[in-house]
């Protein structure tokens, strides 16, 4: 058996969300009577009204109600979405009707009132008759207007309508504000807009499942845009906010979040606990959708194999420029390598009594090793100054083991002892060699440079 129907206005083509901002998974849509919150209502899952909905209707595992809602023409519901426990009440709307399928001629502007086409005859102060069938027009509560003889008018809401066949009388609830029905009043209007407030009329208003809003600039575009882009931030952000533990054998993990993705896009992240170590370069599969490399950044931004340990939680984000997925907070890419000894850059470069060595910009150390021969004196002293470029002395450092004998015949002798480790200063230009105490036949002195360590 068919039902005439319409759409219902609320809780179609859309997804729903708890307190919390998580998805209604699960959730309930209970349909009622208007008023009631015990005697349900039907509603319907075609156009035709012959396949009736669940009540309640349950809602998918995305938070979408996955049937239309079509209402029973001429029956006002109290429409009810609770959290899956039936009892949580997260929204709720009274006295709601269909929406009329049909758009009356002449544009938005006629629309709003829609005049009968014979003129009504009254009853009472709050009761007319047209003697015409047009019930589909005055269903309970539908909005009316009446005008009178000096173009003013009053309104109401039908309270019922019904065809005797002959005549379709009407009865309202007068508005506070508005005055009676009288004999006096020359023509009925009709609107299916039923909201308190400002009067839209819902007649003037098609619901099309399958249209693609492909213009930016229409109202219905800019809504169907912004639709998404809620429904897709409010998955990253749902997913985001959930750990999800990877699978799959050895290091080609697997990843199933709920929703489930259907692509892999920008701006895509997942706060992920691996299940097993890694070895080598591993791959994440998100969803089904394919295996792909997975990455994480070394000390110089370059893209290596991460390291990942049983256990481990990490945000993963997709990088849609490489095609790969990385590690947003890994772990080192290798343990830091103790430095064995400084690296001998320049070796044994040979320098005379106050002989001068430009020092290279990447020294960062000498030793300075001096040999002295011929006839020695007590208390001979040999000594490193550290000149600026302006030539600007810096220090002496004074080399140890100089304090020599006259050798071991109490006349001439030679003695090389002489040794010294200098850092280098940052603003030193050249070093040079100076003989600080003492007399000899001569020395020299060989340097032995470093750069950085290992």
Wanted: with cysteine; net charge negative; aromatic share 10%.
């Amino acid at each position: 058996m068919e039902t005439a129907v319409s759409i219902s206005p609320v809780f179609n083509a859309a997804q729903f969300f708890d307190n919390n901002g998580q998805i209604l998974a699960g959730g309930k849509i209970f349909t009622y009577v208007a008023g009631s919150t015990s005697t349900l209502q039907a509603t319907f899952t075609t156009t035709n009204g012959d396949v009736a909905n669940t009540n309640p209707i349950v809602l998918d595992s995305a938070g979408r109600c996955h049937t239309a809602i079509w209402m029973t023409d001429g029956s006002a519901y109290n429409m009810i979405l609770t959290a899956p426990d039936g009892t949580t009440v997260l929204e709720s709307y009274d006295n709601i009707v269909g929406v009329v399928a049909s758009v009356p001629s002449g544009g938005f502007s006629t629309a709003i009132w829609t005049a009968v086409a014979d003129a009504p005859v009254n009853v009472d102060t709050d009761t007319f008759y047209v003697p015409s069938d047009v019930t589909d027009q005055f269903l309970t509560g539908n909005r009316v207007r009446y005008r009178f003889s000096d173009n003013t008018y009053g309104y109401g809401t039908v309270v019922s309508s019904s065809f005797d066949g002959t005549n379709t009388y009407v009865n309202l609830a007068v508005d506070l504000d508005s005055p009676n029905l009288s004999s006096d009043v020359q023509t009925v209007y009709w609107s299916a807009a039923i909201v308190d407030g400002p009067i839209i009329d819902a007649g003037a208003i098609s619901y099309t499942s399958i249209l693609n809003y492909t213009d930016a600039t229409t109202v219905g575009g800019q809504v169907h845009i912004n639709s998404t882009a809620i429904t897709n931030l409010a998955s990253t952000v749902a997913a985001g906010e959930t750990i999800w533990v990877t699978g799959g054998i050895g290091s080609a993990y697997t990843l199933t979040p709920t929703p489930a993705i259907t692509s892999y896009g920008t701006k895509q992240l997942w706060s992920v606990l691996f299940h097993a170590n890694n070895s080598g370069l591993p791959t994440l599969n998100i969803s089904g959708l394919g295996g792909l490399f997975l990455y994480q950044y070394n000390h110089a931004g370059v893209l290596v194999a991460p390291v990942i340990v049983a256990g481990m939680i990490s945000t993963v984000f997709y990088d849609a420029n490489n095609d790969v997925f990385i590690l947003a907070n890994q772990l080192p890419a290798a343990p830091p390598v103790a430095s064995a000894r400084p690296n001998t850059t320049y070796v044994n470069i040979g320098i005379a009594e106050n002989g001068t060595w430009t020092v290279p910009a990447d020294c960062m150390a000498v030793h300075i090793y001096c040999t002295t021969a011929g006839l020695g004196s007590l208390g001979f002293l040999i000594g490193c100054s550290l000149f600026t470029a302006g030539g600007t002395l810096i220090t002496t450092l004074s080399l140890q083991g100089t304090d020599f004998n006259n050798g071991p015949d109490g006349g001439s002798g030679m003695v090389d002892a002489a040794l010294i480790y200098v850092p280098i200063h940052p603003l030193t230009s050249y070093i040079q060699i100076v003989r600080l105490a003492g007399a000899s036949t001569y020395f020299s002195a060989a340097i032995q440079a470093y750069t950085q360590f290992n």
